[in-house]
């Protein structure tokens, strides 16, 4: 079982920028065996899935709504994963969790190919003037 926390969440006014880290510790040396997701959830709104990227760091996924402002990267050997946000709007206001899977080496990140089934705790992302 892998633990992950994520940490850099905070209040940012919109148009603003925030990077997001996940750090994953476990039964693990690297991530290379594992796809990792960002999640989100904003209140009395179901769980998206907004970014993955793959075992091998080749493959990267992104949902419509954060395309070309989110940009996701992975560090396997130092076991974290990373999420910069740029030109964040206030629908960006959400709950923001990372999750892994398991994978064999390859570039799929395709969030329907993944079964997730280690998340972290998630932190806050507020855009607000």
């Known amino acids: 079982q892998l633990q992950l926390v994520e940490s850099g969440g905070g209040l940012v006014q919109p148009g603003g920028s925030l990077r997001l880290s996940c750090s994953v510790s476990g039964f693990t040396f690297t991530l290379d065996y594992y796809a990792v997701g960002w999640f989100r959830q904003a209140p009395g709104k179901e769980r998206e899935g907004i970014s993955c990227i793959s075992s091998n760091g080749a493959g990267t996924n992104y949902s419509d709504s954060v395309a070309g402002r989110f940009t996701i990267s992975k560090d396997n050997f130092k076991r974290a994963v990373y999420l910069q946000m740029t030109s964040l709007k206030p629908e960006d206001t959400a709950v923001y969790y990372c999750?892994?899977?398991?994978?064999?080496?390859?570039?799929?990140?395709?969030?329907?190919?993944?079964?997730?089934?280690?998340w972290g705790q998630g932190t806050q992302v507020t855009v607000s003037s």
């Open positions: 999750a892994a899977a398991s994978s064999t080496y390859s570039d799929i990140a395709d969030f329907n190919s993944l079964h997730f089934d280690s």
